[in-house]
């Protein structure tokens, strides 16, 4: 019974912690003592019954992961070694493959690869599942130690076996890791004066890139319309996908945030500033764009900045806050949902384009299309009924592309010769980006049209 009274209070403890420090509400503590009580006597009958030996603190670990994970889908616990890894994500550099993955039923599912790494170039794609890793299944293992597993030295090599979309039979890649680029802003003048700006995710520079590519762009002429490519976008930072949103928008609300406590809420709100874009922007998204892709999208297509184009977008309306433990471990934990500035959570339905135009793999390529999205993952949090969000007016004022090199002509150095291909190559393969740039060149007349 000492052994168990230890545990309890450790649990109490624990639990106080997790709530943020606050009191616990003292007295129909009895029912939850009982619960704790229950824990420790299996703790204990494990530590005593189990076949192998197993240490207590293995076990506790384990259970707070499991009451994480069972919350939802993007909720966990992170050893030293994962939570490192998830801020090298967003602010240095690592090694590895270079996909997002997800779980949904045991499975480790590929949302999207990141363009140019090595998984991307040994042909994973959105869809996929990863059954095992170096030999090891991927249904024993937590999300994060399948991405600690892919992770590793710079040169190496990880065994990963793939069963592909609409696939029957698995398929073994062997790939070499490698540094995961994390220029996140890529640009190609499509024609004079109409830009396709591709964003890859949103890290801690994202913002500052996109600055400096609009600023090249504009030195060499008039900027007359952007096809911003947001596919495949797995998300990132969330005042990243605030500031992008912010060089296109004057005024108005770009998102808001509602978590259990009312005090907590908070609305982000455009501001003017001196490089804001007002070129037509036409938006391209997919099953793949996921978080703080659909942040930016909803933002310019609630406040009529822009037209969205391509697919329904995956559907993550939630915020996790990272948080750094004393033992050098780290809690990821949902912490609010968020609303476009029409008051709509997107959470588990995705934003619905306003042109559906699905993508179209060349004839020699039969790349499947990417169906998992939010709604499709267990435990996800159902939306919340949506409060209208006032905009600020009213209250404060896929595949790869390759060139074929040619000679430059008289005039082109080989650089801009091989960008221009590398356009027409693009253009060729992307019925959805032909189809953005036309919609972009048309925007000017219909808005003369609806005067």
Known sequence: MQKIRVLTTAALALVTFLAGGGVMKAVSAETDYDSLRRFSQILDMVEQYYVNEVSQKDLLEGALKGMLQNLDPHSTLMTEKEFQEMQENTSGEFFGVGVEITMENGQVMVVSPIEDTPGHRAGLRAGDTIIAVDGEYTMDMSLTEVVSKMRGKRGTDVELQVLHKNSSQPETL??????????????????????????????????????????????????????????????????????????????????????????????????????????????????????????????????????????????????????????????????????????????AEGIAPDFEIAWEAPREEKTPGFSLREKDLRRHLEKQKAKKVEDSKKDDAKGESKSVAKPAPKGKDAKSQGEEDDVKDMMARDNQLRMALQFVKTLPVLKELQK
């Open 174 to 347: 062997t790939i070499t890791r490698d540094a995961i680029p994390l220029v996140s802003v890529k640009s190609r003048e499509l024609e004079p004066g109409y830009w396709w700006i591709r964003l890859t995710r949103f890290s801690g520079h994202t913002a500052k890139d996109l600055g400096e590519e609009l600023v090249k762009a504009r030195a060499k002429g008039e900027m007359k319309g952007i096809v911003l490519d947001l596919r495949n976008n797995p998300g990132g930072l969330l005042d990243q996908s605030v500031e992008v949103a912010d060089k296109f928008l004057k005024e108005g609300v770009i998102v808001s945030m509602r978590g259990r406590d009312a005090n907590s809420d908070r609305s982000f709100k455009a501001r003017p500033q001196a490089e804001d874009v007002d070129a037509p922007m036409v938006v391209l998204v997919n099953a793949g764009s996921a978080s703080a892709s659909e942040i930016v999208a909803g933002a310019l297509r609630d406040q009529k900045r822009a037209l969205i184009l391509g697919e329904r977008t995956f559907g993550k309306g939630s915020v996790q806050n990272l948080i750094p433990l004393s033992d050098g471990t780290g809690l990821k934990i949902t912490v609010a949902r968020y609303y476009t500035p029409s008051g709509k959570s997107i959470q």
